[in-house]
């Protein structure tokens, strides 16, 4: 049997805000698809900007 591509190995991600990084993606964190890049924001960022990530805001205006 082989190895699923996704959990071969774990990818270090980073807060697209803030630059915190953890050990792949975290239940309490946020992923956005802005321009066909994902994004992944810490669950400190994505409650500072939750009504502009509910209002679908570019993360340019914020």
């Not at 270090?12 to 992923?31: F, Y």
């Not at 810490?42 to 500072?48: L, M, S, T």
Request: proline share 5%; with cysteine; hydrophobic share 30%.
């Amino acid at each position: 049997m082989t190895e699923r591509p996704d959990t071969a190995q774990t990818q270090r991600i980073a807060c697209a805000r803030c630059g915190t990084s953890a050990e792949g993606p975290q239940p309490t964190w946020t992923c956005s698809m802005e321009n066909g890049n994902r994004h992944y924001l810490c669950d400190n960022c994505a409650r500072a900007h939750l009504r502009a990530i509910e209002g679908r805001l570019d993360s340019a205006w914020w």
